[in-house]
């Protein structure tokens, strides 16, 4: 059976689902092919920090928009997923630590994001729950987490609403490009667009391979663990300087925390957290936290993310296809961004612009 | 109390305190067993509200975590009671 | 030096030992317990004075024999009690034990985890008074207590008739046995039972005896709820005559055990679906090899096949890792060895044939029913979440989970796995095979956040 449609959009994580939404809204005709569930790697297991601070200049603006859909998510697909803006602390615990605190005020100015900074005094003050190690920390007011689980099924069914063709379980076996339009084959069918959006995640790599353009894309596990439910203490989500730690607790008190990388595997695809990450990542999180000392450990998850060089995603045009957008390698950060994602991806394709700067995150910004 | 000694009575008994009042059991109960000899529940659900009093019995369900003053965490079906422990239900 | 693990220290990893020993090794023996025997042969604390007959009834020269054989042992392999494993990754064992974490590196390990009861929640089931039936029995037998003072014993299978008579040997007032299995049923499945006539006559004697003292017997009925408002009232059945309501202040409850499979789960063995069971085992062959190399599986963790079974089935799987090292084997043992597991295999169809698991009871809970009882989930919230107008209706267990927490608690879905997988099937209208089984991930069971390598702060 052949389908035809404006957009043939490979990958089902949050970045797909989003695209498939915004280009469903604006009548595209779309379909999206996921090879498993949607939302079942990074999208789906991931930290759930929805967070602007930190990140590199370049992805702000696109923060800064997906900030604004983050707060208006209950009029775009019907849930919250669990948003709460509990503010992100951003935490030093040396001097040079909090010297890059103060450093990223410029950017976060720049970017009209609001931060405030903490000296030790008033932050073991304002959470007496915290460690001694913490000598600083950075307010941002307008961060805070969600429930990554919930994200992707939540826009597919929006998606699916709007017209979007939500197809799950379905492998994109061949994909090629005859001059004119895309072909994507499956077990049952071929589809046909002039449009591909490879929002594949790691596998997004292998795609801009097919299509000439191989950009150096590495598996990428983020370690999470997850405790009984505690004692609601710990508002803000917390991070730490140079990423080795983040934790946050929800409302049901599970405290939820990672750092580090399990075991990626791909080819099959399979991901494990490993026990020596996990062992190290609770003396981290008990530096941060002391009161978790004897919480029990419940759970411990990762998945597979794909994490780019320069640790910011590939977005934008290929250099080799007309018709085919990339947005993939979100390097451990992309939840928070991906409900914008979707929406530049269909400016791009139905408007053939953009006001977001995508030059920093060209794919071909890696050749030689 | 709903828990019945049936056997094994003539074991010394052990004092600890059950969310801070004096409680007597056997040497040789667990903390399941010494919490149930002195009071029909081991812990509230966090969620239900609803009294829990244990289910497997032999560590596997997870229901009858207990806070044991000094100790931390321990799962009451499998920790074996000491004199003047200090058991708080959670 | 100690290069082969044996975890679990029940029945199977007993014998395995044993046979290791003899042959020279020196195996690592670990169990969460403070001493061999696992749960059937479990070993009171000190200080308990009841005779092995009282505790073990028939079993008793068995279990005494089964001490003496580890009593024997103990000089001669390297035993850790109370020693959790929690993860398992190619060749390290990572071990809790009073706070502190360890690694036992291991070439072939075999895993005899034993298993736990299978439950069906019904409303009311998180009350206190009510347990598991392997709980009440552990209640009885390791602490000399009754979970109550009028016990009701609800559910099917030889444990059922088995702990009932326990209780009321041991002085208890039983207000009713409940078996969901009709009595046609078990008729039925009798010629076939014949093979097991040892445990089949005391499975008559148990169900004899009972009658002899004026038990109440139900067979063919089915639960409706245990009522009670913060503790046990009450059992509310459905019989043919109509309902009616058993007082008590405790019932224990239990359809079948179920393995704990979730260290093989870790150390990558395939899973392959069961009808009998109605779930997934970890794949395994004849001697207790897995596809994975190193990792051998014996006893109730590998397949539910009772006490005697694991004990032949954990000799078996020693021999097997013998000759994974190339060692001299005892070719006439093993073959005593394979021909008693194949007599007992057909016992244990003929078993789960007389005691069915009833799915279509796990089917109809009620939707408020509490079917998480870590998290509080109701089957209802199940049901929402593989309906038509769920968010995306979730065809398989794992994003059942992540949609509506079952079986993410402390237990990690050990008690609400099967039955929400058979509500899930039932309301996808598919097979249950399709719709999986939870993903296992480490600890197995909840480890404390600790500085590696410091004692828990105090």
């Not at chain 3, 509490?370 to 309906?387: F, N, Q």
Request: some cysteine; aromatic content about 6%.
């Amino acid at each position: 059976m052949t389908v035809h449609a404006d957009v043939l959009i490979v990958g089902g994580g949050g970045a797909g689902c989003s695209a498939a939404l915004h280009l469903a809204l604006r009548g595209a005709r779309c379909v999206l092919l996921e090879r498993g569930l949607v939302g079942g790697q990074a999208s789906g297991v991931n930290y759930g920090g929805v967070r602007q601070q930190g990140r590199h200049p370049a992805e702000l603006p696109i923060a800064r928009r997906a900030r604004e859909l983050w707060g208006r998510l209950p009029a775009l697909i019907g849930t919250d997923c669990e948003f709460e803006v509990t503010g992100h602390l951003k935490l030093a615990r040396n001097p040079a630590e909090e010297a890059e605190l103060i450093a990223y005020r410029d950017v976060a100015t720049a970017h009209d994001l609001p931060l405030r900074m903490i000296g030790r005094n008033a932050i073991h003050e304002a959470y007496p729950w915290l460690g001694s190690a913490v000598v600083a920390g950075s307010f941002a007011p307008d961060d805070g987490a969600a429930n990554p689980r919930l994200l992707a099924p939540a826009l597919a069914r929006a998606a699916r609403a709007a017209g979007a063709d939500i197809r799950e379980s379905t492998a994109a076996t061949a994909l090629a490009h005859d001059g004119a339009r895309f072909t994507v084959e499956t077990a049952g069918e071929s589809f046909h667009a002039p449009v591909l959006l490879n929002v594949a995640g790691f596998w997004g790599g292998e795609i801009a391979a097919a299509f000439g353009e191989p950009v150096p894309v590495s598996p990428l596990s983020p370690n999470m663990l997850v405790t009984e439910p505690m004692p609601y203490v710990i508002e803000p989500n917390l991070g730490v300087v140079g990423g080795n730690v983040y934790l946050r607790q929800i409302r049901r008190g599970n405290v939820i925390f990672g750092g580090g990388r399990g075991e990626s595997d791909p080819g099959r695809p399979a991901a494990r957290p490993l026990p020596d990450v996990s062992l190290a990542s609770m003396n981290l999180a008990l530096e941060l936290v002391p009161h978790l000392a004897g919480a029990q450990v419940i759970r411990s998850w990762t998945g597979i993310d794909g994490e780019m060089p320069d640790h910011i995603p590939v977005i934008g045009p290929s250099r080799t296809t007309p018709g085919l957008l990339h947005a993939f390698g979100f390097s451990g950060h992309g939840f928070q961004l991906a409900p914008a994602i979707g929406a530049i991806l269909s400016e791009l394709v139905l408007d053939g612009r953009t006001d977001v700067p995508l030059e920093p995150f060209r794919i071909d910004r890696f050749a030689a | 109390m709903r828990l019945q000694r049936l056997a094994e009575t003539a074991r010394p008994a052990i004092a600890f305190t059950l969310d801070g009042q004096p409680a007597t059991a056997l040497a040789g109960d667990t903390l399941l067993t010494a919490i149930l000899a002195n009071a029909d529940h081991v812990r509230r659900s966090e969620f239900d509200g609803g009294n829990r009093a244990g289910f497997c019995w032999m560590g596997a369900c997870q229901d009858c975590w207990v806070n044991v003053e000094g100790a931390g965490r321990q799962r009451a079906c499998t920790t074996y009671l000491q004199p003047d422990m200090r058991i708080v239900r959670p | 030096m100690s290069d082969v693990a044996i975890i679990g220290a029940g029945p199977a990893g007993t014998r395995a030992a044993e046979v290791l020993v003899r042959a020279g090794l020196r195996p690592v023996v670990i169990d969460e317990a403070p001493d061999n025997g696992g749960r059937i042969y479990q070993r009171p604390p000190g200080g308990f004075t009841r005779s092995a007959k009282t505790l073990y009834g028939f079993e008793a020269a068995k279990a005494r024999a089964l001490h003496a054989a580890f009593d024997a042992l103990r000089p001669h392999v390297d035993f850790r009690p109370d020693t959790l494993v929690w993860n398992i990754r190619p060749h390290r064992l990572f071990t809790m034990r009073a706070g502190d974490t360890g690694e036992i590196p291991f070439d072939q390990a075999l895993l005899c985890t034993g298993a736990m009861d299978r439950v069906i929640p019904l409303p009311g089931w998180t009350l206190p008074g009510v347990t598991s039936l392997g709980g009440s029995q552990v209640a009885l037998k390791a602490q000399g207590c009754a979970i109550g003072r009028r016990v009701a014993f609800l559910g099917t299978g030889p444990l059922l008739w088995l702990v009932a008579y326990q209780y009321a040997k041991a002085g208890a007032i039983v207000a009713a046995v409940i078996d969901t299995t009709p009595f046609a049923t078990k008729l039925r499945a009798t010629p076939a039972l014949l093979r097991g006539r040892a445990t089949f006559a005391k499975g008559l004697y148990y169900i004899a005896w009972l009658r002899a003292h004026r038990v109440p017997i139900l067979e063919g009925a089915t639960p409706l709820a245990i009522e009670g408002d913060g503790a046990v009232r009450a059992l509310r059945i459905r019989t043919r005559r109509g309902e009616q309501r058993i007082a008590c202040d405790a019932v224990a409850l239990g359809w079948g055990l179920k393995p704990e499979t979730q260290l093989a789960d870790l150390a990558d063995v395939p899973f392959a679906f069961d009808p009998a069971q109605r779930g997934f085992l970890p794949k395994r062959d004849a001697t207790g090899a897995t596809p994975i190399p190193g990792i051998f599986l014996a006893g109730d963790g590998a397949q539910i096949g009772g006490a005697d079974v694991a004990e032949l089935a954990g000799a078996r799987s020693a021999w097997a890792i013998l000759a994974a090292r190339n060692l001299p084997l005892d070719h006439a043992e093993i073959a005593r060895l394979d021909a008693a597991l194949a007599r007992h295999a057909a016992f244990r169809v003929a078993l789960d044939r007389a005691f069915p698991f009833p799915a279509s009871l796990a089917v109809a809970m009620p939707d408020e029913t509490v079917l998480c009882r870590c998290e509080s989930i109701t089957a209802g919230e199940m049901r929402a979440a593989a309906r038509a107008d769920a968010t995306l209706p979730a065809p398989e267990v794992n994003r059942a989970k992540a949609l509506t927490r079952i079986g993410m608690g402390r237990c990690q879905g050990r008690l609400c796995g099967p039955p929400a997988a058979e509500i899930l099937a039932a309301t996808l209208a598919c097979p249950l095979e399709s719709v999986g089984r939870l993903r296992g991930q480490p600890p197995v069971k909840p480890i404390p956040v600790l500085s590696r390598g410091l004692e828990q702060p105090r």
